[in-house]
């Protein structure tokens, strides 16, 4: 589970906020997706099995938004975790014609063990780049997505 070093990686030069973000992105959505494959979990079903342990059950159309994946996409993870028996749908009890869906026990047993994959990940990132770096990290780019 080591996290990912900085090893000779070529500087970008002039690298814009945009370049910069996605390259962090992408480095640390790959070390976390290795560690969720030793359970056999991937990135977006763990985003997915968060988003329902966040809420009594959501549409499809609240997860495409809150999690921005392709509808496509999301249909099929849910496919997958419902499968599983890590999810199940249920209809909507304001609505009938609507589908919620909803975390089952299992599901939320194994969330619980992917999450503490995910800190453990986490902290070894901290460790390597301090954690008030990584802290003021989380505080910028939380203050981006909420419009601050």
């Given at each position: 589970m080591?996290?990912?070093?900085?090893?000779?990686?070529?500087?970008?030069?002039?690298?814009?906020?945009?370049?910069?973000?996605?390259?962090?992105?992408?480095?640390?959505?790959?070390g976390?997706?290795?560690v969720?494959?030793?359970?056999g979990?991937?990135?977006d079903?763990?985003?997915?099995?968060?988003?329902l342990?966040?809420g009594?059950?959501?549409?499809?159309?609240?997860?495409?938004?809150?999690?921005?994946?392709?509808?496509?996409?999301?249909?099929?993870?849910?496919?997958?975790?419902?499968d599983?028996?890590?999810?199940?749908?249920?209809?909507?009890?304001?609505?009938?014609?609507?589908?919620?869906?909803?975390?089952?026990?299992?599901?939320?047993?194994?969330?619980?063990?992917?999450?503490?994959?995910v800190?453990?990940h986490?902290?070894?990132?901290?460790?390597?780049?301090?954690?008030?770096?990584?802290?003021?990290?989380?505080?910028?780019?939380?203050?981006?997505?909420a419009?601050?």
């Open positions: 080591a996290v990912e070093q900085q090893a000779d990686r070529p500087a970008v030069p002039d690298a814009s906020l945009v370049e910069l973000l996605t390259v962090t992105q992408r480095r640390v959505a790959r976390v997706a290795a969720l494959a030793e359970d979990a991937t990135l079903s763990y985003r997915v099995m968060r988003c342990a966040a009594p059950g959501r549409s499809m159309g609240e997860l495409v938004a809150a999690l921005s994946l392709p509808p496509p996409t999301l249909t099929r993870l849910v496919d997958g975790l419902v599983t028996a890590e999810a199940h749908r249920l209809p909507d009890p304001a609505d009938g014609r609507r589908v919620r869906v909803h975390l089952s026990a299992r599901g939320r047993t194994r969330l619980t063990r992917l999450e503490g994959l800190r453990a986490e902290a070894a990132f901290a460790a390597t780049l301090g954690s008030e770096r990584v802290d003021a990290l989380v505080r910028a780019l939380a203050g981006l997505e419009g601050d």
